[in-house]
């Protein structure tokens, strides 16, 4: 079946650092890609999405691009901020069986002042 | 003006216990959801509900049962709580459809003693 696999946190950086979160999903037919965000005890948050290859999701200062040929959907951002601390879901979303999303199993994100 | 409001925040209970979460949306959305984070930070779906018509309903044991009086609400009730069911649990709803987002929940916190 249709999976999400991102890199394994927790990630700490200090403020300014450029930031890379990997993940890379596995689909049969053309899944939307979501990056959400969770700030401590505090639901999940939609921080980008994308839904064809070649888009660019973009908020924040944070960007991925769908890239079909890699099956990547990979997080940047060129400075973090203390503020920017939390977890982040990278996610598909599929239409087998009615609409579904898929997490990955989520990255933490620690900023350093 | 919360969007997706979630009830208790808290629950501690006692094992064999039934109990209920209930959640509600004021965003008009058709679609609404039950996930189960552990506490790794794993997301996992257990319902969804299209227009108060269940439309995915993952390998959840039938102790656990979600009901929908109407759109904006989906109850989650839990039969004879075990140790392994302590949780965080969110709602979310979003409009039906691959690309839409999904608007999650504060999450309720279920301690299982």
């Known amino acids: 079946g249709d999976s999400v696999t991102q890199m394994e946190g927790p990630v700490t950086l200090s403020e300014e650092a450029f930031l890379t979160i990997n993940c890379t999903y596995t689909?049969?037919?053309?899944?939307?890609l979501f990056w959400y965000v969770q700030y401590p005890g505090e639901g999940l948050q939609l921080l980008l999405k994308a839904t064809k290859a070649d888009d660019k999701g973009s908020n924040k200062g944070f960007e991925a691009t769908y890239r079909k040929e890699t099956t990547s959907f990979h997080l940047e951002k060129g400075s973090v901020q203390v503020s920017d601390s939390a977890v982040y879901f990278c996610?598909?979303?599929?239409?087998?069986?009615?609409?579904?999303?898929?997490f990955g199993a989520g990255t933490r994100l620690f900023v350093k002042a | 003006d919360t969007a997706v409001s979630q009830t208790p925040k808290y629950l501690v209970t006692q094992m064999g216990n039934d109990k209920s979460i209930k959640c509600e949306q004021n965003l008009g959305h058709d679609t609404m959801y039950w996930y189960k984070q552990d506490s790794k930070k794993f997301l996992k779906i257990m319902f969804s509900?299209?227009?108060?018509?269940?439309?995915i309903n993952e390998t959840v044991p039938n102790r656990f049962s979600p009901k929908s009086p109407d759109k904006a609400h989906l109850n989650l009730h839990i039969n004879s709580l075990e140790l392994g069911d302590s949780a965080v649990y969110f709602c979310a709803s979003s409009l039906p459809g691959l690309q839409e987002t999904q608007y999650f929940g504060p999450g309720t916190r279920l301690l299982v003693l």
């Open positions: 509900y299209n227009n108060k018509e269940l439309i």
């Open positions: 689909a049969t037919g053309y899944p939307s």
């Open positions: 996610a598909l979303s599929e239409s087998t069986g009615g609409f579904k999303t898929i």
